[in-house]
T-cell receptor, first 109, second 114 residues
């Protein structure tokens, strides 16, 4: 079966750095996406990785290792508004997104 | 209309009733999707459409049907609602259905079936 694993919840301090991990087992791989979802709102796109390595976009970076079935989202200089759920999703061989259950990130002052 | 909209925002429905959730996008995107989101589970694909006039089944299609008569609209119908269909439903769209295609999500419909 297909499976995406990520921690259920993480806590971090304002101004700090946090890394959210995602491991996956899917039938085929056509890219990995990270989305942010604030409580009661729709998911919004953060990043896309299809080749191994690090993609940097402002305070957010995403890393992919296809051989290990592993990705992480790195958030720097945490702000209170970063409190949200972070969803990892892999596009499988049918070009359908398989979603993890999300990691709820709690930021403390 | 800007982006992707859904209606209604929320609905309480008696079991056995028929219900259509509406989704409209004005971005001229070819592909559209319906997901459900339940606590503790990832988003699960119900149905999708890669282009107007075509539809396909996702991971959890039973009890749901869709149509795609034109580019903009992608309604989801529950023929006879059951309590297990209580969920938050998100419609999404993307330019195409290939590998790099960011999906844009509507605000969601919170459905409760009693």
């Amino acid at each position: 079966g297909q499976n995406i694993d990520q921690p259920t919840e993480m806590t971090a301090t304002e101004g700090a750095i946090v890394q959210i991990n995602c491991t996956y087992q899917t039938s085929g791989f056509n890219g990995l996406f990270w989305y942010q979802q604030h409580a009661g709102e729709a998911p919004t796109f953060l990043s896309y990785n299809v080749l191994d390595g690090l993609e940097e976009k402002g305070r957010f970076s995403s890393f992919l290792s296809r051989s290990k079935g592993y990705s992480y989202l790195l958030l720097k200089e945490l702000q209170m508004k970063d409190s949200a759920s972070y969803l990892c999703a892999v596009m499988d061989s049918n070009y359908q997104l398989i979603w993890g259950a999300g990691t709820k990130l709690i930021i403390k002052p | 209309i800007a982006g992707i909209t859904q209606a209604p925002t929320s609905q309480i429905l008696a079991a056995g009733r028929r219900m259509t959730l509406r989704c409209t996008q004005d971005m001229r995107h070819n592909a559209m999707y319906w997901y459900r989101q339940d606590l503790g589970l990832g988003l699960r694909l119900i149905h999708y459409s890669n282009t107007a006039g075509t539809t396909g089944k996702g991971e959890v299609p039973d009890g749901y049907s869709v149509s795609r008569a034109n580019t903009d609209d992608f309604p989801l119908t529950l023929a006879s609602a059951v309590p297990s269909q209580t969920s938050v439903y998100f419609c999404a769209s993307s330019v195409g259905s290939g590998s790099y295609n960011e999906q844009f999500f509507g605000p969601g419909t919170r459905l409760t079936v009693l």
